[in-house]
């Protein structure tokens, strides 16, 4: 069982940038993807960005491409998420999480995650 650790978050203004990163305690399986979601007040929880471990071949929620890079360090058992162009829609509490079994097609289906960090606060302002 591993546990992942947000960090990055923060308050800034629309049009500025910021990179959260996701650590693991231990490490990632060879065939986990690793999820960024995201959960505003009263929403439901969305998918932003995944990160296949072993091939690095990412996916993202058409709401950030173009704006957020999802890469992973192997080294230092870490996935970041570098947000650019933040924009106040983009205002959440942003969960790293982690699926052992992942598929091309459900890389962005949040229950099929096994794991999940406590989540990192993101704030844009206006």
């Known amino acids: 069982q591993v546990q992942l650790v947000e960090s990055g978050g923060g308050l800034v203004q629309a049009g500025g940038s910021l990179t959260l990163s996701c650590a693991a305690s231990e490490f990632f399986y060879a065939n986990d993807a690793i999820g960024w979601f995201r959960q505003a007040p009263a929403k439901e929880r969305e998918f932003v960005a995944a990160?296949?471990?072993?091939?690095?071949?990412?996916i993202y929620a058409d709401s950030v491409k173009g704006r957020f890079t999802i890469s992973r360090d192997v080294a230092k058992e870490t996935v970041n998420l570098q947000m650019d162009s933040l924009k106040p829609e983009d205002t959440a509490v942003y969960y790293c999480?982690?699926?052992?079994?992942?598929?091309?097609?459900?890389?962005?289906?949040?229950?099929?995650?096994?794991?999940w960090g406590q989540g990192t606060q993101v704030t844009i302002s206006s």
């Open positions: 999480a982690v699926d052992r079994s992942p598929t091309r097609a459900t890389m962005n289906i949040a229950n099929n995650y096994d794991y």
């Open positions: 990160i296949r471990w072993r091939l690095g071949d990412k």
